[in-house]
């Protein structure tokens, strides 16, 4: 697998870093964070300073007892060593915790009020994302658009095995689980694209399991919406018909659905407006005409093991496959 | 001038004992010997150096699978392989080096701390390893045979069900931890009863080295921890060769129920493969500074805190779950609640190493080592207790860095402060300490350098169990540092190899109590004869070679209440807290059993893993058969009479 001719494969991403929260919920977590890792790195040093005092500090010379016993340590001594395990082992370690237990707790508490909003559904399956809009019908994958600054409401599951649902940037990880439902709310407090990814091992593809957060304003969002909405664009030149015909007759169809069109699978990512997505295979390439070529020629050599089987089609189908499918905006 | 009338007196009485000890405490040599030993130390060794090749084995795995990380989008390994080998790595790890390593400690020293001649069930001790060792086989060889774990160590279905892995690796992965779970809990039971009841007289609980506390408190864990892990995988066979419906949810089963009991077992296992380690540090700590450990009370107690409150806080694996926010509170609450009783043992500790007067040997090393290293995965394994931040830390490289830090900390530095402490007493031989100190700094800095920089990772976003990830993402420096620091920690593995092997040969002489230690492994020859103590030792205080003379010596020699027992093949049983004498436990000698029963097992098990069920059937008809030569009453007149005597 050679890639060196995408120099970085998502330019317009930062470090997908939980302490750069671009949302309340990433903000709070990164908060606890950042409070926490600093108070245990500050208890951390201290440790580390008693013990290397108590290694190196000087030693007053002690007599031995007349019978040579070094098992009997003095009342005195035994009451100075309980009195510093008490109070440097139990009671300060707990004032601490039960601090930064209270501390955790609140902002769970914060987390946990639920707004009201927009609901969308998130299916994971090995190994892309299947996201929807149910109340415009609209069915995309692996990219999950977002008003700037608009409480959204998350309904999240599987398709087949155990998935996490994770945005560094804007939200913890929830888990999609088959047989079960998980609800959780996501904001992005400004525009941009934040990475997200699949965080419990799923299986062999686990590692490119991505997708793309793509927070708009909202007149942005509202258009990409009611774009979405539409059945796919109609095949106009010549070679977009033919790739068409290609797409129903080599295979592509019993997978995928092109709303509007006889291609109605559901093993794979509706494509109805691929064209318009940023990437290919779940975050894998960039989705560019000679990438999609690749993809769709040697699916199992760009992303091994992944349930996209290869067809045999000629150069010719191909160019016409990538006519159509480059056309669906 | 009494003294050394008694010291003559001992002498010609113990030269004409030891003669007939010999005789009877022998193992036949060559190989029918080495498969009917039933000799503690034997079997401690063994399982000793079994685990280090399993920890080698599952360093070279980590090895590659950094390598493959150190750059963005290498292609050292396939996707597959990469799954394969964290998968067994993992399992490697956990099962087959971090616990069978320190039943090796406990298997070669219970008996020699408690003052006993053996363990309380040797020939179960001897099938104990018997069944680890063709486990370990079974794992491998189905790894060779093309069929390696491919689901992780923790094999959450239903990832692992039949239709998402298809083919016998999971099979493989549940067999062999089947097979495990029997040596394991007979290990852990034959522990609990040599501690409770082979304890030498006097030697009261109160009393009993602070190494056998945590040993105890881990066995009991074992015991009550592995039953959980059991009925997981007999479910998930079940569900793969049968077609029950344990995990279908189409059917109406469950995909929590295996993480609830997975982890119900999954994180007292942690405490159990830390908890002894914490008491090596224990024993080795106050003997290289000259003093006894700070509060043996308050470190015992923090033991059985761990190994209890350990059972109360699976749930933290679950954060992002969407469990309801009362259950994550209580197992967060569970979780800070079970870091006290380890700032009890840090804080101990520290203050015996306060008040006392360091000798910086290489054993010591490793316990500073331990403390900063364990230290620092304490404090981020807090971070992980809070709820709302462990949704963002979960399964990322963070939690690699949290659990290696855990692990390494407290498993892997304190089983090093072991070898370099025990091996004399184990060979009659010193290792070197130049080799030692390079060893030491080797793996200290390579462990740091290593996991460090994977909690950037994991703050910068970067999941756990990825086989590559994607350049211009700010994670490549990271990877590299930590590569380069595995590589460093695998030099300081490579130099103790070295060390091993040369001491081995040509170390220093050790004599006795090389290190001038306080428990009564240290009041016999290095290595121990075959029965381990001439006279029975009689214990009147909690260090008892650290006493005035007429206690050592009553240590040393068994004194005037000490028993030779030399009425064949016996030990004596003492009560469970105070270990007054009670009467005599007659011991079994060699014994094929222990290995015919272990080699029924596994066939057993691997002919229900190759779907051969008549060979199976056969398999149990042998385990039966076994079972019953295995308790056919021995010949009698071995010596015991018969109201005294117990049989095993």
Avoid at chain 1, 242 to 268: L, N
Avoid at chain 2, 55 to 73: F, H, K, N, S, Y
Avoid at chain 2, 207 to 216: A, D, G, H, Q, V
Wanted: some cysteine.
């Amino acid at each position: 697998m050679n890639h060196s001719m995408i120099p970085h494969l998502f330019p317009a991403i930062d470090t997908p870093s939980i302490f750069a929260p671009a949302g309340p919920i990433a903000a709070r977590e990164a908060l606890l964070g950042w409070g926490s890792a600093a108070l245990g790195s500050v208890i951390f040093i201290i440790v580390c300073v008693v013990l290397a005092i108590g290694l190196w500090r000087r030693r007053e010379v002690t007599t031995e007892r007349a019978d040579g016993d070094v098992s009997v340590i003095g009342k005195q001594e035994h009451a100075r060593e309980l009195r510093a395990i008490v109070i440097f082992g139990f009671v300060l370690p707990a004032i601490v915790l039960v601090g930064l237990y209270g501390w955790s707790i609140s902002e769970a508490v914060a987390l946990a009020a639920r707004p009201q909003g927009q609901e969308v559904e998130v299916v994971g399956h090995q190994w892309w994302w299947e996201v929807r809009y149910p109340a415009e019908g609209v069915t995309t994958a692996n990219e999950l658009h977002l008003p700037e600054g608009v409480p959204v409401r998350l309904r999240v599951s599987s398709a087949d095995v155990i998935h996490s649902f994770w945005v560094p940037r804007l939200l913890g990880k929830i888990d999609l689980i088959p047989g079960d439902t998980n609800n959780v709310w996501i904001r992005a407090d400004s525009v941009g694209l934040f990475l997200g990814m699949c965080a419990e091992y799923c299986g062999v593809q686990h590692a490119r399991m991505r997708f793309m957060v793509v927070s708009q304003p909202a007149d942005e969002y509202a258009a990409w919406l009611a774009s979405e909405r539409t059945a796919a664009r109609s095949a106009v030149t010549p070679t977009e018909m033919e790739g068409e015909k290609q797409f129903m007759e080599a295979g592509c169809a019993g997978c995928h659905t092109v709303r509007g069109t006889a291609a109605a699978g559901i093993e794979g990512p509706d494509l109805t407006h691929f064209a318009s997505r940023l990437t290919i295979g779940a975050g894998t390439l960039p989705n560019t005409r000679g990438n999609l070529a690749g993809w769709i020629a040697n699916p199992q050599h760009i992303k091994p093991g992944n349930h996209m089987p290869e067809l045999p089609i000629t150069g010719p189908q191909l160019q016409s496959i990538l006519d159509y499918v480059g056309a669906l905006r | 001038m009494s003294a050394s009338i008694m010291e003559r007196v001992g002498q010609d009485e113990r030269a004409r004992s030891v003669q007939l000890l010999e005789q009877l405490w022998e193992t036949p040599r060559g190989i029918v010997g080495s498969l009917t030993s039933v000799d503690h130390k034997v079997i401690g060794i063994r399982y000793l150096v079994t685990s280090v090749i399993f920890l080698l084995l599952g360093g070279v795995e980590a090895m590659v699978m950094r390598t493959q990380l150190a750059g963005p989008e290498l292609g050292l390994v396939s996707p597959h392989t990469f799954d394969q080998l964290f998968s067994l790595h993992g399992t490697t790890m956990i099962f087959f080096y971090a616990s069978p390593m320190l039943s090796g400690f406990s298997n070669f020293l219970v008996p020699l701390l408690v003052g006993s001649r053996d363990m309380a069930f040797p020939r179960l001790n001897a099938f104990s390893y018997w069944t680890f060792l063709l486990s370990g086989i079974l794992l491998y060889g189905g790894a060779l045979a093309g069929a390696p774990p491919t689901g992780g160590w923790f094999a959450y279905t239903p990832l692992t069900t039949g239709p998402y892995s298809p083919g016998a690796s999971v099979d493989v992965y549940a067999m062999g931890l089947l097979f495990l779970t029997v040596s394991t809990t007979v290990g852990a039971i034959n522990f609990i009863v040599s501690i409770m009841r082979l304890r030498c007289p006097g030697m009261s609980m109160s009393r009993m080295p602070i190494y056998l506390w945590s040993t105890l408190s881990a066995s009991f864990a074992i015991v009550f921890a592995l039953p959980a892990l059991t009925v997981a995988l007999v479910f998930l066979e079940l569900d793969r060769t049968f077609g029950s419906h344990f995990f279908d949810v189409t059917a109406g089963g469950s995909s929590f129920l295996w993480q609830h009991l997975f982890w119900i077992f999954g994180h007292p296992w942690v405490y159990i493969v830390v908890l002894p380690g914490f008491g090596i540090i224990s024993t080795v700590i106050p003997t290289f500074v000259r003093r006894p450990l700070a509060s043996y009370t308050m470190v015992a107690l923090a033991s059985v805190a761990v190994a209890v409150l350990g059972f109360g806080v699976w749930a933290h694996h679950m954060f992002a779950t969407g469990m309801t926010a009362l259950s994550t509170s209580f197992f967060s609450a569970a979780s800070m609640t079970v870091s006290i009783p380890s700032a009890i043992a840090v804080v101990a500790w520290l203050v015996t190493i306060w008040y006392g007067r360091p000798v910086f040997r290489t054993a010591f090393l490793f316990c500073i080592g331990f403390l900063f290293i364990f230290v620092l995965g304490g404090v981020n394994g807090v971070m992980t207790g809070l709820v709302p931040l462990d949704q963002q830390l979960t399964d990322t490289y963070f939690i690699v860095a949290h659990m290696h830090y855990v692990l390494v900390g407290a498993n892997v530095f304190p089983v090093f402060a072991g070898l370099y402490y025990w091996f004399p007493k184990m060979t009659g031989r010193l290792l070197d300490e130049r080799l030692g100190r390079w060893n030491f700094w080797l793996m200290f800095v390579g462990a740091n350098v290593l996991f460090f920089p994977m909690h950037l990772l994991g703050f910068a976003g970067m999941p756990r169990r990825v086989y590559t990830y994607a350049a211009g993402l700010g994670w490549t420096a990271s990877n590299l540092t930590a590569t380069i620091g595995g590589y460093i920690f695998v030099l300081g593995v490579l130099v103790f190899l070295v060390n091993f092997w040369r001491s081995l040969r040509k170390g220093a002489v050790a004599g006795d109590n090389p290190w001038g230690a306080a428990t009564l492994e240290w009041s016999i020859p290095s290595p121990p004869p075959p029965y381990n103590f001439a006279r029975i030792p009689v214990v009147r205080a909690r260090d008892p070679l650290w006493t005035s003379d007429a206690d050592r010596m009553a240590a040393l020699a068994g004194g005037a209440e000490g028993a030779t027992m030399l009425e064949g093949h016996t030990t004596p049983v003492t009560t469970a807290v105070d270990a007054h004498p009670e009467g005599m436990l007659r011991m079994p000698g060699e014994s094929w059993w222990p290995l015919v029963l272990a080699l029924a097992i596994g066939v057993t098990l691997l002919s229900l893993l190759l779907h051969a069920f008549w060979w199976a059937a056969a398999g149990t008809l042998a385990v039966i058969l076994a079972t019953g030569g295995w308790f056919w009453p021995a010949h009698p007149g071995s010596g015991a009479t018969p109201d005294s005597g117990r049989e095993e």
